[in-house]
């Protein structure tokens, strides 16, 4: 069962995997916060290189299973066109409606 993105708690987070679905990097990118940062399986990542290869020139597109934490950690159903499908956790640290960081990896 999977949860529609409009129907995702946290405002900035259900912004961020919208922009995500439409390959929409402006509008994703519009939502970090100036120094934002990201892990990927525990390590952290550049966060502009890394989301250019797994999500946007690579199509990604999450698929939310559930979400807690108010809407800010979500595990999703994650295709892209590297890697295929596979089932993911993440994790948004939000302040003032910005994505100050976000983590994530294999569920």
Do not use: C, Y
């Amino acid at each position: 069962m999977t949860i529609a993105v409009a129907k995702l708690s946290d405002p900035t987070v259900r912004a961020a995997v919208t922009a995500i679905n439409a390959n929409d990097r402006k509008a994703f990118l519009a939502l970090l916060a100036e120094d934002a940062t990201m892990s990927d399986d525990g390590s952290d990542r550049d966060l502009l290189p890394w989301l250019d290869k797994e999500i946007f020139s690579s199509h990604g597109h999450m698929e939310v299973q559930t979400e807690s934490d108010g809407g800010r950690a979500l595990i999703a159903n994650f295709t892209n066109e590297t890697w295929g499908e596979m089932r993911t956790a993440w994790r948004f640290m939000v302040s003032d409606g910005r994505i100050s960081r976000f983590e994530t990896g294999q569920a």
